[in-house]
């Protein structure tokens, strides 16, 4: 499968996804240089 494919297991539609990764605009927002990184390993990027 490839990102984006979709597939049907029952009455669910799943979708491939692919993770998303933050972006500059956090170290900028909370002032913190590491928020980026702190971010990503705590899994929750949206």
Do not use: E, N, W, Y
């Amino acid at each position: 499968m490839c990102v984006g494919d979709s597939i049907r297991i029952g009455s669910a539609l799943l979708q491939v996804a692919q993770l998303r990764q933050p972006c500059f605009k956090l170290k900028h927002r909370f002032g913190q240089t590491d928020m980026s990184r702190r971010t990503q390993t705590s899994g929750r990027t949206g």
